[in-house]
């Protein structure tokens, strides 16, 4: 039975039908929906862990128990993993270990665009990178088998248009893999340096056996056509040639690393010239290169964004691209209407106060008419950056650090301990919505449910700072806009680091059926609601000032800063 499927929906499904018997993950776009998807299968235990890191290890503890194991994590979350994926190259496995790494050519919802193939180079660990849904589901089992026959841990890459495109996919049945018994091995699994230095050695053998492998994997295959041009692909990018050029050979790459140099060199021997196409870096032409084999490649293409069937007709063929249509207006990414972080950045920005910010919805308190942040860095960051401006600037009263309460757990912790072991003083806001919004509203630790949505022991944030040393935690109520601006100006004078955790849940989990606001005659068009960027409120010349009540859910932000009682509700 074929079904239509995401590229996530098809990793999911590949794991599945592999015996996979663990997943975890950090949630992060373009990856999340695989472990939301594998938490349905009930023969597949799933976690959301507090991060990368832990989700790695998880899933590497799992392995060396025995059963094939998962771990998903979006392309800056691989950052976060590197520890354990570095020694775990050295270690190998006991069950199959596979991890998913969604990159974002074009940054859709990252702040870079980092490679991964470069961390399977560094990490020598091998690379698979499917091109549709189809691929993503075989990519997925084939990557079990390699991890089990070569004992590595194997990276399958996708990217935001794989992970959310789809394809039809045939639908397999599962395969219960009986655990591989775990068998106490201290040379192998403890990489203290005299065991590291021998495992090192392993991994260098390992590796030139699956570069030597690697010509007769049947993922990486030729197709020939015309012989006077070669593309050398992989990934989705395959799927743009061959539309944009039909009547080219081509040696399509599901191993990415490491590379089949004897396919590559008689591919070479058949055609007048090789063009490499692939997006971000030149991973495969600077291999190319190094080893003899000319080609050309980012002279040609960007290092910059996605590529598209478009760019490569334009590139190599000299054919004018087919435009969309631009006649949409721009919809750029704005806090939702009742967003309980609205109102705190309001303050912030009236209060012109310096902010380091986070990753997550809240980053999105920088754009216009908010303005609020100043910077924002990785996940976890913000804390640590405002405890280094106090100490590079120790008089000055005006920084103070943000971030939510998914990201605290995450990777803020740290950060905060730091600052109260180093006599900082920085003053911390945790803005709590309950969730990890905006990649979609997952659970984490300070929710109270796991990813199943099971009943489990919640964190309480406000028990956590004090055990980090923070004597003064205020929890206040995110509505509470007066409040939250008394409280920012008394934190900020102290000589000692603090917290203040603005808690209201997220408007999308808790759905309150509220009237909307409406504008009254007494406006006077002073434009301050203006200020608060909320999508429900609008102003031009003619009409005036106006609350979409389609839009409008009656969060009441708008009537706490009118001073004319100009805002109201509908009757």
Not at 63 to 84: E, I, T, Y
Not at 229 to 237: A, E, K, M, P
Not at 242 to 262: H, I, Q, R, T
Request: aromatic share 6%; hydrophobic share 40%; with cysteine.
């Amino acid at each position: 039975m074929k079904e239509l499927l995401l590229g996530n929906a098809a990793v999911a499904r590949g794991a599945y039908e592999a015996g996979v018997k663990v997943a975890a993950a950090y949630p992060g776009t373009p990856s999340t929906e695989i472990t939301e998807i594998l938490s349905g299968y009930g023969e597949i235990y799933s976690e959301w862990s507090p991060n990368e890191k832990v989700a790695f290890e998880v899933a590497f503890g799992a392995s060396v128990a025995g059963v094939r194991s998962m771990v998903c994590m979006k392309h800056v979350g691989l950052n976060v993993a590197a520890d354990p994926l570095f020694t775990s190259s050295y270690t190998g496995i006991n069950g199959g270990l596979v991890a998913v790494v969604a990159d974002d050519p074009g940054m859709f919802s990252s702040q870079n665009e980092q490679d991964t193939r470069f961390y399977a180079r560094s990490a020598h660990v091998p690379l698979l990178e499917p091109s549709d849904s189809a691929e993503a589901k075989q990519y997925t089992k084939l990557a079990f088998e390699l991890s089990e026959k070569y004992d590595t841990p194997v990276i399958l890459r996708t990217t935001t248009r794989l992970a959310h495109g789809q394809s039809f996919v045939e639908l397999g049945e599962r395969e219960e893999k009986t655990p591989v018994p775990y068998v106490k091995n201290v040379q192998k699994y403890v990489m203290m340096p005299v065991n590291a230095k021998a495992r090192h050695l392993i991994v260098e053998s390992r590796m030139k056996r699956l570069a030597s492998d690697a010509d007769g994997f049947e993922i990486n295959s030729i197709t020939y056509n015309d012989k006077k041009t070669g593309i050398l692909c992989s990934g989705v990018v395959y799927q743009y040639v061959k539309e944009a050029l039909p009547d080219a050979s081509v040696l399509k790459l599901g191993m990415v690393y490491p590379l089949p140099f004897n396919l590559i060199r008689q591919f070479a021997s058949n055609v007048d010239e090789i063009i490499v196409i692939e997006e971000l870096e030149p991973f495969i032409e600077n291999q190319l290169k190094a080893n003899g084999i000319p080609c050309k490649g980012k002279e040609l293409f960007s290092k910059q964004g996605e590529l598209s069937v478009n760019i490569i007709k334009q590139v190599l063929t000299g054919l004018e691209p087919v435009l969309a249509d631009n006649t949409l207006p721009a919809r750029p990414p704005v806090l939702c209407a009742g967003c309980p972080h609205r109102g705190v950045f309001y303050i912030l920005n009236k209060l012109r106060l310096t902010v380091c910010g986070d990753i997550g919805c809240y980053t999105l308190g920088a754009n216009a008419p908010l303005s609020a942040v100043d910077t924002v860095l990785c996940m976890g960051a913000g804390i640590g950056m405002a405890h280094g401006f106090s100490k590079a600037l120790p008089d000055k009263k005006n920084v103070i650090a943000v971030i939510g309460d998914s990201t605290f757990i995450h990777s803020g912790i740290t950060g905060l301990i730091d600052c109260v072991y180093n006599k900082g003083n920085a003053t911390v806001l945790i803005l709590d919505n309950s969730t990890t919004g905006m990649t979609g509203h997952q659970n984490h630790p300070a929710t109270g449910k796991t990813i199943k949505e099971e009943d489990t022991y919640s964190l309480d944030l406000a028990v956590l700072c004090r055990a980090c040393g923070v004597k003064s935690v205020t929890t206040v109520d995110a509505d509470d806009i007066e409040r939250i601006e008394s409280l920012i100006k008394d934190e900020l004078k102290k000589d000692e680091p603090s917290v203040i955790i603005v808690k209201k849940p997220c408007e999308l989990i808790v759905k309150e059926i509220r009237k909307p606001y409406m504008i009254n005659p007494n406006c006077k068009k002073c434009k301050v609601c203006m200020k608060i960027g909320c999508p429900a409120i609008s102003y031009n010349e003619k009409a005036g000032l106006k609350i979409d009540a389609a839009v409008c859910v009656g969060c009441g932000l708008c009537l706490s800063v009118c001073k004319f009682s100009a805002i109201e509700e509908v009757l």
